[in-house]
């Protein structure tokens, strides 16, 4: 695989408080699932989904980086409720593995991720209704299911 993407991508994020190389390492990373989820029928070239998903990337490394962290007074109820999140995440990835593409998914995971549609339209260079109407989409297909 090419790292010119890569470098390229990761120049724009070398303003935040991120060295050059962690920048190139989570990009390449985010490549690597880049190609292995690339679907030739989704209408687009691999470089602009790949671009996509290593700006994806670098949005959540940066907001990892920032956030801060909340402290619980009883760290089994907090393990307990991670596991429960862990399991039923799960599911919820079989059923929308059979009702939706790879841009609903990845859109989704951004939402899921706690991206606001400003900033999923802005990395998937959609409009904002368009979105809205994406993540409606997959909360119908979850509703249905749960």
């Not at 920032?66 to 307990?80: A, H, I, M, P, Y």
């Not at 799960?90 to 706690?114: M, Q, T, W």
């Amino acid at each position: 695989m090419d790292t010119r993407l890569v470098r390229i991508i990761a120049r724009k994020f070398s303003n935040t408080q991120i060295p050059e190389e962690d920048l190139v390492q989570e990009g390449m990373l985010a490549l690597i699932r880049a190609h292995n989820t690339f679907n030739v029928d989704m209408g687009v070239k691999f470089e602009t989904y790949a671009s996509r998903v290593i700006k994806n990337r670098y949005i959540d490394l940066l907001r990892r980086k920032t956030e801060s962290t909340s402290k619980f007074n009883d760290e089994t109820t907090q393990t307990d409720q991670s596991f429960d999140d862990e399991i039923n995440l799960i599911e919820i990835k079989k059923i929308l593995a059979s009702h939706i593409n790879d841009i609903e998914r990845a859109i989704f995971n951004s939402y899921i991720e706690g991206f606001t549609y400003e900033e999923i339209s802005k990395i998937f260079d959609l409009p904002r209704k368009k979105i809205d109407n994406i993540i409606a989409k997959v909360k119908k297909i979850i509703k249905s299911y749960i």
